[in-house]
């Protein structure tokens, strides 16, 4: 069983790995995605003892460790929150520049390079 | 000149003096009144603690070497601080500064003053190592005060670089004693160290930092740089701070350096390698600060070269030579300072006969200057007197070494106050103000008192040795009308440095040669191409650093990489792997974590976004799934959860793009197709080793959980896991939420185009 999580929790960080190099910021967003899913697994993963579930402990039997499920809600939980932020800001991108490819956001920067595209697409969205 | 005459009249006008620098000449004299009575009393310790789990304290004492230091320190501050009161508004003025400059100035002078002090009387090493930095990073904002002139800072800035880096060397050496002895308390590792490897090279350490510290071949090129600086912050430089700390720290840890012949070689001969560049360059310079700095260098060898003899009589010398030298040199950098007013002119070849316009300055500076060349009735003939007295205990070699160096002392010096006191006037000087003479004057008659009265000086000099010694030491300089070796070392040292005096040509000429090839071989140039070298380097990984988010990740990740490769190959694998027990639902969770791994591999490799993000909510599922297997619902529930609002924010943010990814992932050049993937799986099969070899773990460690499991009932709860995140972990908690709630502001305020509402 430990070999088939590390298995699955390598699976999911190397090809969240992958998905970080891609030109696609879409892609980067789910390459992280996968990455936290693989701190999750490897947290689950790593209770020290098994059981029923760590309700109503007076009741008396193993229990399975209840401290890494605690964590993994935390990760959970905040690993939410930031694929949102992730979300919204090339949500961002995408209104404010019309696209969501690093190549061409490279360009963005840089005034004095020539913009061929995206000058309509931005018209009226600029706060910057 | 004329900038002299009107810069001489605008502050003698001025009604604002400067209350600053006064306030830190009267705060400095009365450090030196407080410094006075506690080495009369007999000084005294103190010792706090500061970080005990380390072993660091905040211990200090003031015995015989601190006496000597601080009342240095304070002594020639006082004086110094009364001539920067003056000189410095003539300085602002010539330069059209603003008055408030003196701001920049003062409190680091004053700090400057604070740090010797305390590094006089700290005995941790950690401690001594805190102040040594303080007095670099003071003498930096000092030596760059000029800040406007670029020369002033690259001065600055070499400074600073050249006595910190080596100073690092002086904690290596204090953690490597600390690690062997388990002290970093110099009096008590004095008791313990025993001479062997970790004595010799921790030794070595520290009087690295020293060295460079005190402007010692071959780190001495920043010291002549930094003649850059006004010179209030010269004289104090180099007299009773900064290149006295370097001396100051080898007297403090003597008696751990003498367990080590090694380390007494490498002193013995860089202090004679620094007496005998700094003088033959100080015989050539044409600058007078220049001659000054480099006269520095070689005075500061005789102390370094004394330290490296072993015995009562070299440390005591030491000691004594310390006290006259600053004196002497702080007397002549105020002299060298007034000239440069009056007449506005600071090099040798512009000045001259300025002994009939200036007769108080050229007497006083003439008693400084006899006492740098040993002459009777001035404190230097003692100083001389002990070197050669210790030097004659060394053997032959070092008596000839001795009388060379003095002889070279008095013939670059004679050199400096002829050349600027006699023969014709080339430059007419400009009146001069009382306050730049009095302060020469002052330290002229006291070089005169120790030259008539020793004893107070020798019983300084005799405490202060005997913390280098680590035992009594015991003095008699006096004079004596017979042959004795001393007085004809002192002769044979007078007679060559006349001859050297007169045979100009070749002395120039000498001097000239070792200049040059200092200039094209010199650590001063390997200082310059290394600090290129560095910047180019940096500048190189910056840019590739920067270039896209691809680097920047990888400048992360990779080094990270490393550290885990790193701690792999420090750690013993075998039997570190097991497969585990599959058992009862086990069967069931291994066809979901498949799926899992399905999943994954699909959402790397579809082109449609939708697929993208059904794949990555089908693994979400699949994983919730194997929690609720794992008997973890409360996780699985908040997956499931979070994987639904997840899913429906991907959608909707999808709805804005446009649906396919295009297709051209591999970038421009074909070659690289294969560059993802491979770093992919590269990272992959690294996360595989780590997580596998943590998982397998034993699991029989006493756990935190066995304790919230039994208190679960006491906090009115049956869930074990709720209660944790409510109540056990309930700060966590509400951070948590807060990280949550800023996320939401955030989202909100993205989607809303900047604004919130």
């Known amino acids: ?128 | 000149m004329s900038d002299a005459t009107t810069g001489e009249a605008d502050p003698s006008t001025d009604t604002q003096r400067d209350w600053q620098g006064w306030s830190c000449s009267a705060a400095a004299a009365a450090g030196f009144l407080v410094c006075l009575v506690g080495w009369l009393r007999g000084g005294g310790t103190l010792s706090l603690p500061w970080a005990p789990k380390l072993g660091v304290r905040l211990e200090f004492a003031f015995d015989g070497l601190a006496a000597l230091y601080a009342l240095l320190a304070t002594g020639v501050g006082a004086v110094v601080f009364g001539y920067g009161a003056r000189y410095l508004s003539q300085h602002l003025a010539d330069h059209r500064r603003p008055r408030s400059e003196r701001r920049r100035f003062w409190p680091w002078m004053a700090l400057f003053a604070v740090a010797m002090v305390g590094l006089a009387t700290a005995t941790d090493l950690v401690l001594v190592f805190v102040f040594f930095d303080l007095t670099a990073v003071c003498s930096y904002f000092l030596i760059g005060f000029d800040r406007e002139r670029r020369e002033a800072r690259t001065a600055a800035l070499t400074a600073l670089l050249v006595t910190i880096v080596p100073a690092v060397a002086l904690l290596a050496g204090a953690v490597l004693l600390y690690a062997t002895y388990g002290t970093f308390s110099v009096p008590e590792l004095v008791e313990r160290v025993e001479p062997g490897t970790t004595t010799t090279v921790a030794g070595l350490l520290i009087a690295v930092a020293a060295l460079a510290k005190s402007a010692q071949v071959p780190l001495h090129f920043w010291l002549p740089r930094a003649m850059e600086a006004p010179t209030p912050v010269s004289a104090y430089l180099h007299s009773a701070a900064m290149v006295a700390a370097g001396v100051l720290v080898l007297g403090r840890v003597h008696p751990l350096l003498a367990r080590s012949e090694v380390v007494l070689t490498v002193l013995l001969i860089v202090g004679l390698a620094s007496i005998a560049v700094g003088g033959v360059l100080a015989l050539g310079r044409d600058e007078l600060k220049q001659v000054l700095a480099y006269s520095t260098i070689s005075q500061y060898g005789y102390v370094v070269t004394l330290y490296g003899m072993v015995g009562a009589s070299a440390s005591g010398a030491a000691a004594f030579y310390v006290v006259v030298h600053a004196v002497a040199k702080s007397a002549l950098f105020l002299s060298a300072g007034a000239v440069t007013t009056a007449t506005g002119e600071d090099r040798l070849s512009h000045l001259g006969g300025l002994g009939r316009r200036l007769p108080l300055l050229a007497g006083a500076t003439g008693v400084a200057a006899a006492t740098l060349a040993a002459l009777p009735l001035t404190g230097g003939f003692f100083s001389d007197e002990l070197f050669f007295g210790a030097a004659k205990e060394q053997g032959p070699v070092l008596v000839v070494a001795a009388v060379l160096a003095a002889a070279l002392t008095f013939a670059y010096i004679g050199r400096y106050w002829m050349r600027l006191f006699l023969g014709p006037i080339t430059t007419a000087p400009a009146a001069l103000s009382r306050a730049l003479v009095v302060p020469v004057v002052l330290l002229a008659l006291v070089a005169l008192a120790v030259g008539v009265l020793p004893a107070p000086i020798t019983q300084l000099a005799e405490d202060a040795g005997a913390v280098s010694h680590a035992a009594p030491v015991a003095m008699s300089p006096a004079y004596h009308l017979d042959l004795r070796a001393t007085n004809v070392m002192a002769l044979a040292a007078w007679i060559l440095g006349a001859l050297l005096l007169a045979a100009t040509g070749l002395r120039d000429r000498v001097s000239r040669a070792l200049a040059a090839a200092g200039d094209r071989v010199g650590p001063r140039r390997a200082y310059t191409a290394s600090l290129l070298g560095l910047r180019r380097w940096s500048g190189r990984v910056h840019d590739w650093e920067t270039r896209d988010l691809r680097s920047s990740i990888a400048a992360v990740l990779v080094p990270a990489g490393g550290l885990a490769a790193a701690a792999f190959a420090a750690t013993p694998i075998a039997q570190a792997y097991s497969v585990g027990p599959i058992s009862g639902t086990d069967w069931l969770v291994l066809p979901l974590l498949a799926l899992t791994g399905v999943a994954t591999v699909v959402a790397a490799r579809t082109r449609e976004r939708l697929s993208i993000v059904l794949a990555l909510s089908a693994v979400g599922f699949a994983l919730a799934a194997v929690y609720a297997l794992r008997a973890a619902p409360d996780v699985a529930l908040v997956a499931v959860l979070v994987e639904t609002m997840l899913t429906l924010v991907f959608l909707a943010a999808l709805a804005r793009l446009p649906g396919t990814e295009p297709r051209r992932e591999t970038g421009p050049r074909p070659g690289r197709r294969w560059r993802d993937p491979v770093i992919g799986a590269i990272a992959g099969l690294g996360a595989f080793a780590v997580i596998w070899g943590y998982l397998s773990e034993p699991r029989e460690a006493p756990s935190v959980s066995a304790d919230q499991i039994r208190l679960t009932p006491a906090a009115h709860g049956q869930d074990v896991v709720t209660v944790i995140v409510a109540d056990f972990r309930g700060l966590d908690t509400l951070g948590e939420i807060t990280v949550l709630l800023i996320a939401a502001v955030g989202v909100a305020t993205l989607l809303r185009r900047g604004r919130l509402w």
């Open chain 1, 1 to 128: 069983m430990t070999l088939a999580i590390a298995a699955v929790a390598a699976v999911l960080f190397g090809t969240g790995s992958y998905l970080l190099l891609q030109r696609s910021l879409v892609r980067v967003v789910a390459g992280i995605a996968l990455i936290s899913q693989c701190a999750i697994v490897t947290i689950i993963g790593s209770s020290l003892s098994e059981g029923r579930a760590a309700i109503d402990p007076e009741q008396g039997g193993p229990l399975s460790d209840p401290l890494p499920q605690a964590l993994a809600l935390t990760a959970l939980v905040i690993g939410m929150g930031t694929l949102a932020l992730l979300l919204a800001l090339v949500h961002r991108v995408v209104v404010a520049h019309g696209t969501a490819e690093r190549d061409e956001l490279r360009d963005v920067d840089r005034p004095a390079v020539s913009e061929p595209e995206g000058a309509g697409r931005r018209a009226g969205d600029e706060t910057e």
